[in-house]
């Protein structure tokens, strides 16, 4: 059988939810013109956390990416413009939502010099400033390896550093675009030695062709680098452009990868086929911060 005739298993059915919870962010979200990650990349699980969880991931700098990435669907081109009154956008739908934890990461902007760090720290100060209790998480793309974008964006302090290694080593190349797999453990490195206090997080997506010995490897290199949390689920083709599913792995086998990486300590790991590096992102910080 080839890969352009695996069939997506029974695990992967997704149940629509469209109630009121979900149609009133979604005009939210257009009212104030914000983008998410939720549309922009399709994920999964969008009806469950916008219908029911009351989350969203917002997705700052606009929604044009300056990166043409082979497994993501969030649009390619050069960003015209950059919005200075986003963040306070940001922070006035986190406080409309009342949200406990919110998730803010961003298209890469590498025509920016700073890689858009600027406006990720402000958009964190602005969420803090009008939602004190709320925890902040940031997923910035690699900001280009300049430290003083990272130190920038690390000295707003959010509570939670997450970036995504997204791939095994050596399928980074076909993968990903600009960004390296070395880059990316670099990143996270270094924003534990500019603040050891604030944990950080990377996430990687099976199916693309990676073996189980080859995802160990990650989760060394990951823990080398004091990662402390980490996420892992199932990439799905989402157009025919991109690439094409290899397998779709069990959640037996989730649960398995899930075991040996709690083993190696980190100190929270979700690991399942719909499992995307935000789902259930309080839970998870929460129950870091149990096991820390």
Request: net charge positive; glycine share 4%; hydrophobic share 35%.
């Amino acid at each position: 059988m080839t890969v352009d005739h695996i069939r997506k298993p029974d695990w992967l059915k997704i149940k629509l939810n469209t109630n009121e919870q979900y149609t009133g962010l979604k005009k939210m979200m257009r009212e104030k013109n914000l983008h998410t990650v939720c549309e922009e990349a399709k994920c999964p699980n969008i009806h469950e956390c916008w219908a029911i969880r009351k989350t969203a991931t917002f997705m700052i700098l606009g929604s044009i990416c300056t990166r043409a990435c082979r497994f993501c669907a969030v649009k390619t081109g050069l960003p015209t413009e950059l919005d200075l009154k986003e963040p306070e956008r940001v922070a006035e739908s986190v406080e409309q939502m009342g949200l406990k934890h919110v998730v803010i990461t961003a298209v890469a902007r590498d025509d920016l010099k700073d890689g858009g760090a600027s406006v990720f720290a402000e958009t964190v100060r602005a969420v803090r400033r009008r939602n004190p209790f709320c925890s902040i998480e940031v997923l910035p793309s690699d900001m280009n390896g300049e430290y003083n974008n990272l130190k920038l964006l690390m000295d707003a302090k959010p509570d939670i550093l997450n970036h995504n290694i997204e791939t095994v080593r050596y399928l980074t190349p076909r993968v990903r675009a600009r960004a390296t797999y070395e880059r990316s453990l670099e990143f996270l490195k270094r924003a534990k030695q500019i603040n050891s206090t604030i944990p950080t997080k990377s996430s990687i997506m099976l199916g693309l062709g990676e073996t189980k010995g080859d995802i160990i490897e990650t989760m060394n290199d990951l823990r080398a680098n004091d990662v402390d949390i980490m996420t892992i689920g199932q990439y799905l083709q989402p157009t025919k452009h991109h690439l094409k599913v290899q397998k779709y792995w069990s959640p037996q086998e989730f649960k398995e990868l899930k075991e040996i990486a709690l083993s190696k300590g980190f100190s929270h790991c979700e690991a399942g086929p719909l499992v995307r590096s935000s789902y259930h992102a309080d839970e998870q910080v929460k129950a870091a911060r149990a096991n820390g």
